[in-house]
């Protein structure tokens, strides 16, 4: 059994609720998107609805091309690397322009999804439902945190916000370490 299959998500409940798990279960994942709804919250109702538009869109195209050509890759230097840094914006607190934004929300969608498609089979017909999953789970986590933090206006709400990013980079830079350490 190839590695990258060891974290499949069988959850006993079907193709949609499997991929709703796998994003759930997968860390690096996770962390991405709570790091980009967090990022895009700061930006205001602007940022939301620009992660709401273009996460889940360019997370199911990448899906799909992964799902396609079966790429065999996991860039696991690449992906942490990019939580990470969106980690840091987000304890930074920093103010991006919507295009800078934009290409971060559609290029870090394009490479995770890219990645798990790889991880999951493809339906020998049709949409496949853990493909929905996934998708769905991105849309509703990274719409639920970026409303609440875009319409939070507290200080100690923002902390918090910054709080959460920094945590989100410490997470990936112990995991730079220990893929350094493993290599």
Known sequence: MPLLFAHLMQTGFGGFYDGVAHLFLTPSDLLLVLGLALLAGQQGPQGGRLLLTLLPLSWWIGLAVGQHWGLDFTLALLTTMLFSSVGVLVALSLRLSPLLLAFTVAGSGLLFGLINGFTMPSAASGLPLDVLGVVSGVAVLSVLISAQVAATRSNGFCIAVRVA??????????SVGMLFKAA
């Open 165 to 174: 990013g920094s945590w989100i980079a410490a997470a990936g830079f112990l």
